[in-house]
C-alpha cells in the first residue's frame, strides 16, 4: 500500500521519527510495494538482444548494481526510516487507545469488588442480566472497532485524518469524563448500590457503540456519494482518464487517484517519447548560426536563416507523415512473423491425457520445461517485435517464459499468450521494476487537508513524469415529468397514386 509522508524541497529530512518540517501543500507520497525496485536484475535480462544470442536457459545468473541502483536503495532505507516510524507510532496510539476504551466498562465493574466488596448490595436478576447486555455489547463493540480501524492502511497520509483525529479526540473526552464522574460520584462515596454502577457502565458502552457508528458515517458513509469529476492527465503523452469522487480531502483524493493510476492508465513508456525529440533535434542541428562583423552580411544570413527555417518548417509534416507510415508498416510486418513463430511453436506442444501418461515411455515435460523447449523459436520473432514497439525494457525473459508456462498450463491459445505484448496493458500488468514510479509528490496551492472544491488542481509528481488533477463539480440535474397518454398511440396511412401498397 502506498505510504505518504511529508515533504520540504525533495531532500529526505526523515531519518527520525520526528525530525522532520512540515509544510503546507507540499507532500511526498511513496509507494511501499517493495524495498529493492529493480535494483537486482539478472545481467542477461537486460541485454537487448537476448533474443539473437541466447537459446537456452542456464540454472544461475549473474547480478549486478549500477550507482543509480545503489543511490536509490540507500534513499529508500533513508526514506523508509521516517516512515516506519510514524506508521508504528500511529498504530501504536490507536492500540492504546482501543484498550482503554474496551477496558473502562469492565473496570468500572470490577473496582467496587476489590475495593469496598463487603458494603455492595447484592446484585439481583435484572443486574445480572445486564451482565450479558454488557458481555454482548462488548464484543459487538471490538469486532466493529476491528473492522473499521484496524484494517491494513492503504496509505500512509502526509497531514493527519481530520475526522479521524476528530473522532479519537471526541472518544478520549467521552472516556475521560466518564472517568471523571466515576471518581468523583462512585469511588469517593463507595457507592452501595451495584445495580446502578451496572447500568452506568451499559449506558458508557451504548455511547461508545453510537460513537462508533458516527464513525461509520463520517469516514465511509459521507464520501460515497459522487460530488466531483477529477480529470487526471499524465503530462508527459497526454493520457487521460476520469474519476468521480465524493466529498474528501486533496490528500485522500490522490491516494484515491493512484490507486487507480495503477490499474487504469497503459504504463508509462520514456522510449516512445524519444521520436518527437529526435526529430526536434534534428530539426535544430540542420541552422547554423555565425557571428560576422559586417551588420548588413550578418542582416542578409539572418534573413537567408529565418527563410531555411520556414522552408524545413513546411516539409517536416511530410517527413512525419512518412515516419509513421514506416513505422506502422515495420510494426505489421514484424506483428505478422510473431504471429506466426508463435503458432508454429504452439504447435510442437500436445497436452497428455492421465491415461496417455501412463503409458507414455518418452520424456514428458512439466510447463516449464515445455516453456523453455519452444521458447528460442520464438525469441528472435519477439524480440524484434518489442524493439519496433519499443517495448523491450518492459519484458525480461524470465518474465516471458513465466507467462509462457502460465498460458501452457493453462491451455491458452497462442492469441491469448500474444495479447500482453500486441497491446499495452495497464501498469500493474508489469513488475513492480518496471513501474518507474515509485516515489511521488503532491503539490497543491491549497492546504492537503482542505476538501475538494469546484476548480481544485493539484499535481502528483515522480521522477519521469506528472499527474496533472483538475476538479469540476457535478452540475445539479433537474428532471422534469412529462405524461402520455398511451391511448394517443394512433396512427393513419397516407395513400399516395405512387405508392406500392
Known sequence: SPAVHHHSGLSSELRHCTGYTPQLSTAVLISNFSLFPHALIPLSFQDDNWGETTTAVTGTSEHSLSQEDIVR????????????????L???????????????????????????????????????????????KLLILLLAVWALFFRPPRAGLPRIFVFRALLATLVLLFVLSYWLFYGVRILDSQDEDYQGIVQYAVSLV?????????????????????FFSLCVTRSTDGATQHYNLGQLSIQRAAVV????????????????LTASKSRAAKHLAGLKVYNVDAAGIAQSQSRAMIAAAARRRDSSHNELYYEEAEHERRVRKRRARLVVAVEEAFTHICRMQEEEQKKASGDVMDPREAAQAIFPSMARALQKYLRTTRQQHLHSMESIQQHLAFCITNNMTPKAFLES??????????????????????ISEASVTSGLNDGTIFLLKCIDFSLVVTTKKIPYIQLAEEF??????????RLQSETSV
Open 421 to 442: 505484448y500486441l497491446t499495452t496493458g495497464p501498469t500493474l500488468q508489469y513488475g513492480k521494476d518496471r513501474w518507474l514510479a515509485r516515489q511521488w509528490t503532491l
Open 206 to 226: 451504548d455511547a461508545l457503540l453510537f460513537i462508533h457508528y458516527l464513525a461509520i458515517v463520517l469516514l465511509e458513509l459521507r464520501q460515497l456519494q459522487p
Open 73 to 88: 536503495i540507500s534513499k529508500d532505507l533513508d526514506d523508509s526510516v521516517g516512515l516506519d516510524c510514524k506508521r508504528y
Open 484 to 493: 402520455i397518454d398511451p391511448k394517443s398511440h394512433k396512427f393513419v396511412l
Open 90 to 136: 500511529n498504530v501504536a496510539l490507536s492500540v492504546i487507545l482501543g484498550l482503554v476504551v474496551l477496558l473502562t466498562p469492565l473496570a468500572f465493574l470490577i473496582l467496587p469488588h476489590l475495593l469496598w466488596p463487603d458494603r455492595l448490595r447484592a446484585c439481583g436478576t435484572a443486574c445480572e442480566g445486564l451482565f450479558i447486555s454488557v458481555a454482548f
Open 257 to 272: 487517484i493512484l490507486e487507480n493510476y495503477y490499474k487504469d492508465f497503459p504504463v508509462h513508456n520514456p522510449a516512445m
